[in-house]
């Protein structure tokens, strides 16, 4: 008998145990990959939405996906100001995501509001989690991604 393999009780109790935790890292390692990657596809779903209700107008639905932050420092008439002042909100087609991430519980969405005439403009949205739900906390229409 080989003097490498445990054969005693101990040593299949230690081996026994040494599986279980290896089992249960690999179980919390693919929990924590599903759970990140459905919140990218939250974050996403969220700012889809928030560009259909812009593009039909509809500026006090579209106000209701910010945070309560974002409120505190942008009332209304503030936000309806800077959309009507970028019309790519209304006159896009489609939104293209160039990228998503979460880092310290702030969700990411880095894309191309494209036009009918297929220009594009770079916009940048940062999502923070408010109970269930993923809201816009800051968004930015720049040359730069």
Known sequence: ????????????LYLKICLI????????VIYDEV???LNKQKILKTIETHIRVLRVKNIS????????????????????????????????KRFRCISRKINKGLGYVYGYLVSAGDSEQKVTYQL????KMWRISYISLSDKL
């Open 1 to 12: 008998m080989r003097k490498d393999v445990p054969t005693t009780f101990l040593g299949k």
């Open 21 to 28: 935790v290896m089992l249960i890292g690999t179980v919390s």
């Open 35 to 37: 759970n990140d990657l």
């Open 61 to 92: 639905a579209a106000y209701e996906f910010t945070s309560e932050s974002f409120k505190k420092n942008t009332d209304i008439d503030s936000f309806t100001k800077f959309i009507e002042g970028n019309t790519c909100f209304f006159s896009n």
């Open 128 to 131: 923070i989690r408010e109970g």
